[in-house]
């Protein structure tokens, strides 16, 4: 028996051009005739799995770094991933379709999904949900992933977010933050969450390490100040330290206030304060204090410390980057009463496929990270609620 070239090529990763009309009937055509072939023998043995769908909006110029990275996604998370290339030289739309197939273990079928990619021009993005919802797979969850760096055009979020079991975005690298994560919401695109919530996991592991071993709870609540310091150097690349004050003062009970003001800085050579907020807190008022530090090691966002103080007591709690050892934190506490030498804890800035593969496999509702990605919003003023 003589198997089928595009067959052959469709199993081997080839991208077939199909009408956009007919993709579910071709991959239905492309995945029979595959079954049958390799049960005859003629074709390696393999089974179609699908978690669930991915819908990732990006550019074209993209497409070889998001489409190679979401190969590895397969291997481990199967799912039907569609890939919609926003390209300002193409005309109509055009479709393709191939598979990803992977050895799950020697000896034993491959593991296979399947990859839908979509090109159209930007004045054809308000269209393409009428195209997507058809092929999103039935009873598994679906996923949108917003890598373009400017908003979705008005709509395209509210037609899809009606199934969509989250959305995830960037907004470290784009280049209109406040107006992508304003579209996203405004559309209702839930649970919302961005991917430098899941770079951060070590850094929130190093906080509530911070406090191993106090047993008095009261200590936390004379806690008066919040800083952070990170390199940045344009408005999105500030979210990271947000997210991360806005999580260690939700931790702690805060509330959201009011913004201060920022007046006249002395000129300080090691940092730049960018935002001040005030925060509710048990006993008292709190203060939130966002700074930045030059980028040196070329990646602007990265988290360099967080400070606690709690003047009363006379304590402080940090955690730093180390710049002789960019791949540690340094854990350190002050506190009369209380005694703990510094320690240290591995941090290496994990890898795209780590981070994507986190922000799949955990639970699609977290409240926790929704409110520090709303009050991290208000904190660098994209969004007036501060809830």
């Known amino acids: 028996m003589t ?13 077939l051009a199909v009408p956009p009309p007919a993709i579910e009937a071709t991959l239905a055509a492309l995945w029979r005739p595959a079954a049958e072939e390799a049960q005859s023998g003629d074709l390696p043995a393999f089974t179609r799995v699908s978690l669930g769908t991915e819908v990732v909006v990006t550019s074209a110029v993209r497409a070889a770094v998001v489409g190679s990275l979401w ?7 199967p799912s039907r991933a569609i890939l919609v290339l926003v390209d300002p030289a193409a005309g109509s739309l055009q479709a393709a379709v191939s598979a990803a197939c992977h050895l799950a273990a020697p000896g034993q079928p491959q593991v296979c999904s399947e990859r839908i990619q979509l090109r159209c021009g930007p004045a054809a993005l308000p269209q393409l949900p009428g195209t997507i919802l058809p092929l999103l797979e039935p009873d598994v969850p679906a996923t949108l992933w917003w890598d373009l760096p400017t908003a979705p055009p008005p709509g395209f979020g509210a037609k899809l977010g009606r199934v969509l079991d989250r959305c995830l975005t960037d907004l470290t690298y784009a280049a209109e933050p406040a107006a992508v994560y304003q579209a996203l919401r405004s559309e209702e695109c839930e649970p919302l969450g961005d991917l430098a919530w899941f770079r951060a996991a070590k850094w929130r592991e190093g906080t509530a390490r911070l406090f191993d071993g106090l047993a008095d709870a009261a200590t936390l609540q004379q ?73 040196a090691d070329g990646r602007p966002g990265r988290l360099q410390r967080l400070t606690l103080e709690a003047p009363v007591a006379d304590a402080s709690w940090q955690l730093e980057r180390l710049h002789d050892r960019p791949r540690e934190l340094r854990v350190e506490a002050h506190h009369a009463a209380w005694c703990r030498l510094p320690s240290r804890m591995p941090a290496s800035r994990p890898e795209p496929l780590e981070v994507l593969l986190h922000a799949l496999s955990s639970p699609p509702v977290n409240q926790t990270r929704d409110a520090a990605l709303r009050q991290a919003a208000w904190i660098l003023g994209w969004d007036g609620a501060p809830g």
């Open 3 to 15: 198997v089928d070239a595009d067959v052959r090529e469709f199993l081997e990763g080839a991208a």
């Open 71 to 77: 190969n590895q996604v397969s291997a481990e998370h």
């Open 223 to 295: 806690i008066e100040r919040l800083e952070v310091v990170s390199a940045a150097g344009g408005p999105g690349e500030l979210l990271p330290a947000a997210l991360l004050a806005a999580w260690a003062a939700g931790r702690l009970g805060w509330q959201p206030a009011a913004t201060e003001e920022l007046g006249p800085q002395v000129p300080d050579a090691d940092q730049t304060v960018v935002s001040r907020t005030r925060w509710q807190r048990p006993g008292g008022a709190g203060r939130v204090t966002l700074a930045t530090v030059p980028v």
